[in-house]
T-cell receptor, first 111, second 118 residues
Framework: AQKVTQAQTEISVVEKEDVTLDCVYETRDTTYYLFWYKQPPSGELVFLIRRNSFDEQNEISGRYSWNFQKSTSSFNFTITASQVVDSAVYFCALYGQNFVFGPGTRLSVLP | DAMVIQNPRYQVTQFGKPVTLSCSQTLNHNVMYWYQQKSSQAPKLLFHYYDKDFNNEADTPDNFQSRRPNTSFCFLDIRSPGLGDAAMYLC?????????????????FGAGSRLTVL
């Protein structure tokens, strides 16, 4: 069985603060993908990153960075110097045999 | 730009009155998905088409049907909407050959169709 847990239901930060969104997954597959999606108030889910199970390199893209650790089955997402436009619901997802989304974390960045 | 387009963006229907939501894509992706997303919840997969092959999730109610007349289009039919069917319906596409590490396996989503049932 596959499962994605995002323990943080809601997070509020003040603009320019750093924030980390946690994601823990469960799977028996040895080969799988992990994803992060952003869902702004407009509703469209926007793809942010994909990481395959064989690639544990951390990745940085601008203010975004991802920390993948197979030993703890975690794929955490950090936003550095947060901005109001980062306010959205963020979903972590796992693809092994099928797509499984976590419950999402609602991030509010206050000016 | 290549994209996934859903129509209508907002649909209001009456209890029991059939409704059809459409999805079109210019990405030429072979897999198309329909998700239901209720407020403050994760998207829930209803079904997907792998090419022409229809795959229904075990817990998708019979009230929900889908059609994929060609690669570019996919429709979601709700035969008798109930109040509990009010939700955002998301269409997504991906390209995959079936093996987990082949293809992009990235879901590209449309903007969604928000259904209100009165």
């Amino acid at each position: 069985a596959q499962k994605v847990t995002q323990a943080q239901t809601e997070i509020s930060v003040v603009e320019k603060e750093d924030v980390t969104l946690d994601c823990v997954y469960e799977t028996r597959d040895t080969t799988y993908y992990l994803f992060w999606y952003k869902q702004p108030p407009s509703g469209e889910l926007v793809f942010l990153i994909r990481r395959n199970s064989f690639d544990e390199q951390n990745e940085i893209s601008g203010r975004y960075s991802w920390n993948f650790q197979k030993s703890t089955s975690s794929f955490n997402f950090t936003i550095t110097a947060s901005q109001v436009v980062d306010s959205a619901v963020y979903f972590c997802a796992l693809y092994g045999q099928n797509f499984v989304f976590g419950p999402g974390t609602r991030l509010s960045v206050l000016p | 730009d290549a994209m996934v387009i859903q129509n209508p963006r907002y649909q209001v229907t009456q209890f029991g009155k059939p409704v059809t939501l459409s999805c079109s894509q210019t990405l030429n992706h072979n897999v198309m998905y329909w998700y239901q997303q209720k407020s403050s919840q994760a998207p829930k997969l209803l079904f997907h088409y792998y090419d022409k092959d229809f795959n229904n999730e075990a817990d998708t109610p019979d009230n929900f049907q889908s059609r994929r007349p060609n690669t570019s289009f996919c429709f979601l039919d709700i035969r008798s909407p109930g109040l509990g069917d009010a939700a955002m319906y998301l269409c997504a596409t991906s390209v995959t050959s079936g093996a987990v590490l082949s293809g992009a396996n990235v879901l590209t989503f449309g903007a969604g169709s928000r259904l209100t049932v009165l």
